[in-house]
């Protein structure tokens, strides 16, 4: 797996993990095999798949190791995160946008900008609800 930043194959119920702590008994027949995972030429349309991520972690030995590394409060983890899905800035479509600006560093004055229409008022609705069936107005 640590050949891969991310592999995508479709999903089996056979193949829970990407590899085995018995791996390193025989690393030249694994036990878990993940190249048949990708290496199998399925169709993944119309499909459930399954995301393999390798995501690294490093470990900056200090004098606190020894005897013992502790683990407790390590993690590791990565961001599902799209690139060039939109052409632009999607918030720019926003039609109420609300900026807050802190005026001083404890943030206990704040500059607060709207752009949003003038309404009579929070839950006003500007006159009583009417509908005669269909799109068009009366």
């Known amino acids: 797996m640590a050949l891969y930043h991310l592999a995508v194959t479709r999903r089996h119920e056979n193949e829970a993990t990407s590899s085995s702590l018995y791996t390193q008994n025989d690393p ?11 290496r199998n030429n399925e169709s993944i349309e ?13 470990h900056v030995p200090h004098a606190e190791d020894v005897p013992n590394t502790a683990t407790p409060g ?11 899905f939109f052409d632009e800035d999607p918030s720019v479509a ?8 802190p005026l001083d560093p404890a943030a206990s004055q704040l500059e607060i900008q709207r752009w ?6 929070p839950c006003v609705s500007p006159g009583p609800f009417t509908y005669n069936g269909t799109y068009w107005q009366e």
């Open 46 to 58: 119309d499909q459930d798949l399954v995301a393999w991520v390798t995501v690294g972690f490093l």
């Open 28 to 38: 030249w027949e694994p036990l878990v095999n993940f190249e048949g995972f990708i």
């Open 94 to 101: 926003s039609r109420g946008p609300v900026i807050v600006r």
């Open 74 to 84: 390590n993690a590791v983890g990565f961001f599902l995160r799209p690139f060039n």
């Open 116 to 121: 949003t229409p003038d309404s009579p008022g």
